[in-house]
């Protein structure tokens, strides 16, 4: 039977989970949220991650919320989905996070005591990838990752092996290295390549500098959108029309009042 109205069972996630079932019910259910899959809502999970890391760089605390519960509802949608297909269901998600978190922290959840804590999660995650058979040391690296961010990673996980340059000097020529590459390269699909190897370089160099590729890249655009916004203000509302010259001149004189 579809249901008379908004449903209010005891507490605030049961009720969340209610809506979801309702939203999917063949009888009285929402059409589109019937249509969907896993791999349709997926890209709406990724958005809304994102969405939610937006709402707490503007550090609006009602945003913050708000996405988070945008967020939370993508978890919800999933775990639905699965429970229709008879594989799982919310509370599963729920006990196997909350069995992995008590498992990964035994200095808190156990007897276990440690004085690197970091460490110590490192190797409970491995020992949990071993258990599943064995895996090289980059395996389970989302592909769906920005590829910056997954270059680093990446990386990472080379390094916990040793493939590594022990120092600053090796990834910082490295660039200089990948740079004449480009240069030299013949035609587009050998550009691609180089530009490329040129991208996993600089990421490269970041990590070894102990700087966040992806959160610098995105200060970075941040700092390009609004520059280029007090740019067009000093133009006038438009650079169109405007020489090279006189648009960098607009540029050093926002960077200089910066």
Same mark, same amino acid.
């Given at each position: 039977?579809?249901?008379?109205?908004?449903?209010?069972?005891?507490?605030?996630?049961?009720? /969340?989970?209610?809506?979801?079932?309702?939203?999917?019910?063949?009888?009285?259910?929402?059409?589109?949220?019937?249509?969907?899959?896993?791999?349709?809502? *997926?890209?709406?999970?990724?958005?809304?991650?994102?969405?939610?890391?937006? *709402?707490?760089?503007?550090?609006?605390?009602?945003?913050?919320?708000?996405?988070?519960?945008?967020?939370?509802?993508?978890?919800?949608?999933?775990?639905?989905?699965?429970?229709?297909?008879?594989?799982?269901? +919310?509370?599963?998600?729920?006990? *196997?996070?909350?069995?992995?978190?008590?498992?990964?922290?035994?200095?808190? +959840?156990?007897?276990?005591?440690?004085?690197? $804590?970091?460490?110590?999660?490192?190797?409970?995650?491995?020992?949990?990838?071993?258990?599943?058979?064995?895996?090289?040391?980059?395996?389970?690296?989302?592909?769906?990752?920005?590829?910056?961010?997954?270059?680093?990673? /990446?990386?990472?996980?080379?390094?916990?092996?040793?493939?590594?340059?022990?120092?600053?000097?090796?990834?910082?020529?490295?660039?200089?290295?990948?740079?004449?590459?480009?240069?030299?390269?013949?035609?587009?699909?050998?550009?691609?390549?180089?530009?490329?190897? /040129? /991208?996993?370089?600089? $990421?490269?160099?970041?990590?070894?500098?102990?700087?966040? *590729?992806?959160?610098?890249?995105?200060?970075?655009?941040?700092?390009?959108?609004?520059?280029?916004?007090?740019?067009?203000?000093?133009?006038?509302?438009?650079?169109?029309?405007?020489?090279?010259?006189?648009?960098?001149?607009?540029?050093?004189?926002?960077?200089?009042?910066?």
């Amino acid at each position: 039977m579809a249901a008379d109205g908004p449903v209010s069972p005891a507490s605030p996630i049961d009720r /969340l989970l209610a809506v979801m079932r309702q939203l999917r019910n063949p009888d009285g259910g929402c059409e589109w949220d019937l249509a969907q899959d896993f791999s349709t809502i *997926a890209p709406y999970t990724i958005e809304e991650a994102y969405e939610v890391a937006d *709402a707490i760089a503007g550090g609006d605390p009602a945003a913050i919320c708000d996405e988070l519960g945008d967020l939370l509802l993508q978890v919800v949608f999933h775990a639905q989905i699965a429970a229709d297909d008879g594989l799982f269901t +919310f509370d599963d998600v729920a006990n *196997a996070i909350s069995a992995k978190m008590e498992r990964r922290h035994p200095h808190i +959840f156990g007897d276990a005591t440690t004085s690197d $804590v970091r460490q110590q999660w490192e190797a409970i995650k491995a020992n949990e990838r071993a258990a599943d058979g064995p895996k090289g040391a980059l395996d389970g690296v989302a592909l769906s990752l920005p590829a910056l961010l997954r270059a680093q990673k /990446l990386q990472g996980r080379a390094a916990r092996v040793g493939f590594d340059w022990p120092d600053t000097e090796g990834p910082r020529d490295k660039i200089a290295e990948e740079l004449a590459e480009v240069a030299a390269a013949t035609d587009d699909a050998h550009r691609h390549e180089e530009v490329g190897d /040129l /991208l996993l370089a600089v $990421v490269n160099y970041a990590r070894k500098l102990g700087v966040d *590729a992806e959160g610098a890249l995105r200060d970075a655009n941040l700092k390009f959108e609004r520059r280029f916004a007090a740019m067009e203000a000093r133009a006038g509302g438009s650079l169109q029309g405007l020489s090279l010259g006189a648009q960098e001149a607009h540029w050093q004189a926002v960077k200089a009042s910066e």
